[in-house]
């Protein structure tokens, strides 16, 4: 009996589920896992699932898919198009939508799992499924390890891990040393003085504070920061004020701060701090602002040597020039906390999505930013085959190869 992963990723993804509610996706997870045999734990780090699959002596190779969608509503017009809802942390009733592709990872590690076992008498070792939460949140990762996903189930030799991206189908990037940036997301609250509108001498009005320290943070990168050092600042929410003529107590500004090194992390950290108590202190704000860090996602660093080998084996297994180096991204990832924890080596690579025409097209009128919506976007549709079919190959291809 074979399962049948289209029908599992379309369901996926009509029915995504925020960070650290993913308890149907684990479930579905958890069943497949269990029908082909491996050891399933459920409930690690809240939502997370481990199944363990032994296949005689050798290395422990684990492979890990996060499971989490995202607060945005659904545009792609697809016919499994998700309108599901939820209560994201803050109490408030969101659309979810998998914008990030979570989904074509959970099903293409349900179908490589079952081509590995298919073919078990071709391997040895041990096999641990790490089917992760809340990867959104930057938290699912810690979360597994503080409830001792590195101590109740055999330790790595290696992570493996893949994300679906918009690169033609059929073409994988990857690339050693520093795959994504590090990130950490900041909430600051900026405090006044509220009062009436009207009478604007008499306080001490937090939204014109929080707009004068957005506009002063965004002078750190163009001009304090090396140009040949990345590093991004960005102001991602402002929340301040219920009515037209009632000046507010205080503002809240969401952070999402990103670099590739940790020397440029203490940088950046250390002059947001700097310009949000100046600003503060320049409006004469009757308390200094609080500044809270919500996650740390550490950079996603491939190792170099085990890159090399993956590299090699998806040319030899799948064809010649189908790896690329896409570049480092801006964008960050929780998966290396696994492979930092263990003092192992982490492999983390991007697979295609993008139907390779409409991605030529794009790239011909040069186009790609506006054409091809990435991850996150309410359009983000990767094209169902052969996306999840390369998807359940090159994690074969690459389970494989690190087993003995
Ligand atoms: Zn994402
Ligand atoms: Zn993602």
Redesign the pocket.
Known sequence: MTIDLEALYTDLHEHPELSFQETRTAAIGAGHLRDLGLEVTEGVGGTGVVGVLRNGDGRTVWLRA?MDGLPVEELTGLPYASRARGLNPQGTDVPVMHA???DM?VAAMIGAIEQLVTTRDEWSGTIVVVMQPA??FGAGARAMIADGVLTRFPRPDIVLGQ?VTPLPTGVVGVRPGTQMAASDGLTITLYGRGGHGSRPHATVDPIVMAAATIMRLQGIVSREIDPREMAVVTVGSIHAGLKHNIIPAEARLELSLRYAHDESRTRVLEKVERVVRAEAAASDAPLPPTIETDHTLPPTINDPDATARLTAAFDREIGAGTVLDPGMFT?S?DVSWFAREAGVPLVFWFWGGVDPAVYMRAQAEGAIERDIPT?HSPFFAPLLQPTLRNGVQTLTVAAREFLA
Do not use: I, S, T
Request: hydrophobic share 0%; glycine share 18%; net charge negative.
């Open positions: 996060d990030c592709g979570h990872h990867e959104e994300h964008g990832e991850n």
